[in-house]
């Protein structure tokens, strides 16, 4: 009797990050699971361990001998390592130590490479998981926007022909031609978004000083999935909107109980301008070096799609949501997740693929 095709074995993409961990569970070509653990990084490597045991716990099928694992990168930046190559390559060994053998690490494009040899292409390695990202969007529609917008960063790339148009591979580059934007919709302090920001009828200075992120915006707009709020506040204070306000109000040199309610709303939505208006321009821009239409969709990634999503609309281009693009992950809080955890889920698309 025939036998069937040869299933291809399950795959788990990984994520490491300077502030969180994701993660993404794949089989029978598709998302299964995908999630997000807190990953102070900066704090050192055994922050890591905790956050790939929490994985592994949630997926006990993970250390079968049969799954492999793909994993990509930014955390290699953090301040716990002395340069970028000495990060790729402890966190290359840690992630080994734990996953086993068959561990390769994203190398660009759709390559990949074994741990002990992560020293030799650590360049290759070193804050790719945007071209994850992309290569498996592009793959899927023939010219687009990517906006991946997260807690920490915005990645803007041009999608034409099944690759990414890009001016940049590493994040000097990318910095240099807006393809990396160094704010997102949690982590960011407020004060690295605008110098001066309207209230009440004028323009008033802000303090540069860490007493409010972009979290109390969202939070306050009612934008930010509680889920996706993982992060710890400013102040160490709570996450409601009492808390919330006085961490804004803070920010122009008043106490919450100056104004109603309405007013820190109101100063949430100019702070929302300001950062809209930020990245909107940036993907003008890219999407200007790279000869991309006014037509071609925008698809939206990361906690800060609804910014995509908006961003799209302003400049009457259609959006989608990754998750869209990936079997299995269209529906419901499932897509919600791969969007977040978009490089997790394009690692492990990858590797699948490569049997």
Same mark, same amino acid.
């Given at each position: ?7 291809r ?15 993404c ?13 807190p990953c102070?990084?900066?704090?050192g490597l ?18 079968d001998?049969t799954?492999?694992?793909?994993a ?6 953090v301040d716990?390592?002395a ?22 690490l ?28 992309g ?43 807006g ?15 605008a ?17 409010a ?43 919450a ?5 309405a ?5 949430a ?11 909107? !321009?940036q *993907?003008?821009?890219? %999407?200007? @070096? #790279?000869? &991309?239409?006014?037509? /071609?969709?925008?698809? $939206? ?34 897509? !919600?997740? *791969?969007?977040?955890? %978009?490089? @997790? #889920?394009? &690692?492990?698309?990858? /590797?699948?693929?490569? $049997?």
């Amino acid at each position: 009797m025939a036998s069937g095709p040869e299933r291809r074995p399950r795959v788990v993409g990984w994520d490491v990050g300077g502030a969180h961990l994701k993660a993404c569970l794949f089989e029978d070509g598709r998302v299964v699971d995908v999630a997000q653990w807190p990953c102070a990084l900066w704090r050192g490597l055994p922050q890591l361990d905790e956050a790939v045991a929490a994985a592994l716990a949630r997926w006990p099928q993970a250390l079968d001998a049969t799954t492999r694992h793909a994993a990509t990168m930014t955390g290699e930046m953090v301040d716990l390592f002395a340069d970028r190559e000495q990060g790729v390559v402890r966190l290359a060994a840690a992630l080994a130590e734990t996953l086993g053998p068959s561990l390769r690490l994203y190398a660009g494009t759709t390559r990949f490479v074994p741990p002990h040899e992560a020293g030799r292409h650590w360049r290759a390695i070193a804050s790719a998981n945007w071209q994850a990202t992309g290569a498996v969007a592009a793959a899927r529609v023939d010219e687009a926007l990517l906006l991946d917008i997260g807690s920490t960063t915005t990645d803007v790339m041009a999608l034409r022909g099944g690759r990414v148009v890009s001016q940049g591979l590493d994040d000097a580059r990318r910095l240099a031609t807006g393809e990396l934007v160094y704010q997102g919709v949690v982590r960011t302090p407020l004060c690295a978004l605008a110098a001066r920001v309207p209230f009440e009828g004028e323009q008033v200075n802000v303090m540069n000083e860490f007493f409010a992120t972009a979290a109390d915006v969202y939070r306050t707009t009612g934008e930010l999935d509680p889920a996706h709020d993982q992060d710890p506040t400013a102040d160490g204070q709570g996450k409601d909107l009492p808390a919330t306000h006085r961490r804004l109000a803070r920010m122009i040199g008043r106490d919450a109980r100056d104004r109603a309610p309405a007013a820190w709303q109101a100063l949430a939505q100019a702070w929302r301008a300001l950062q809209l208006a930020d990245i909107k !321009g940036q *993907v003008a821009r890219v %999407a200007a @070096a #790279a000869g &991309v239409g006014s037509a /071609a969709t925008l698809v $939206g990634a990361g906690c800060g799609a609804f910014l995509a999503a908006d961003i799209a609309r302003r400049a009457g281009r259609g959006f989608m949501p990754l998750s869209a693009l990936l079997p299995g992950a269209s529906d419901g809080a499932l897509a !919600g997740w *791969v969007d977040v955890c %978009a490089p @997790a #889920a394009a &690692v492990a698309a990858l /590797a699948y693929a490569q $049997g």
